[in-house]
């Protein structure tokens, strides 16, 4: 089945700092997903993003599908950016979200 | 306000005995999902269901049950066969399977 990686594992910014975060997919995929889950748990969705750019304030996705990667753009990190980054795709006649493993991001004040 | 309520937010399980998480949607979303996840890992699917009265097994369904029959409902209930379920549980759904996920704010269950 498909294979979803994303990088770093881990990222330590200071707030300011900007950031960008990787997910690459080994298969063409029909979605994909930029999640955040905040320390406390809860999961936030991002992006949904199977091709192109999007931007939401300090964040942005760009998904080049035919290099079966995602690029997740943190700019001016805050504190409250502090968190596990996930990325998720469907592909085929998957109706399942295959998830990476997550970066785990900390932002230092 | 619109929104996907688990509960409850903690719950502790005895050996041997069975619980049952909620999971309550008021989105009219079709699809609905449980998840698991362990400290310092991505999530696993356990069920999920595209309708009511239908669902499936996920990657990770031995041990637990689920129902599917009001649309705006997905309990899940851990068996005393899943031998280690202390685990964070999170609950999903979306309009389609191929739509966007949105998801609750989880139950982290434990054993006494």
């Known amino acids: 089945g498909i294979q979803v990686e994303q990088s770093p594992p881990d990222l330590i910014l200071q707030e300011g700092a900007n950031s960008t975060l990787r997910c690459n997919f080994s298969?063409?995929?029909?979605?994909l997903q930029w999640f955040h889950q905040n320390p406390w748990g809860q999961l936030i969705n991002l992006f949904y993003?199977?091709?192109?750019?999007k931007q939401n304030g300090r964040l942005s996705a760009t998904t080049v599908a035919t290099e079966r990667y995602s690029l997740l753009y943190i700019s001016s990190s805050q504190t409250t950016d502090s968190g596990v980054y996930f990325c998720a795709v469907n592909a085929g006649n998957n109706r399942k979200l295959i998830w990476g493993l997550g970066t785990s991001l900390a932002v230092n004040p | 306000d619109g929104g996907i309520t688990q509960s409850p937010k903690y719950l502790f399980r005895k050996e041997g005995q069975n619980v049952t998480l909620s999971c309550e949607q008021n989105?009219?979303?079709?699809?609905m999902y449980w998840y698991r996840q362990d400290p310092g890992q991505g999530l696993r699917l356990i069920y999920y269901s595209q309708i009511v009265n239908d669902f499936q097994k996920g990657d990770i369904a031995e041990g637990y049950s689920v129902s599917r029959e009001k649309k705006e409902s997905f309990p899940l209930t851990v068996t005393s066969a899943q031998k280690n379920p202390t685990a964070f549980y999170l609950c999903?759904?979306?309009?389609?399977?191929?739509?966007?996920?949105?998801f609750g704010d989880g139950t982290r269950l434990s054993i006494l």
């Open positions: 298969d063409s995929v029909n979605n």
């Open positions: 989105l009219n979303h079709d699809a």
């Open positions: 993003i199977p091709s192109g750019t």
């Open positions: 999903a759904s979306s309009i389609s399977p191929t739509s966007p996920q949105h």
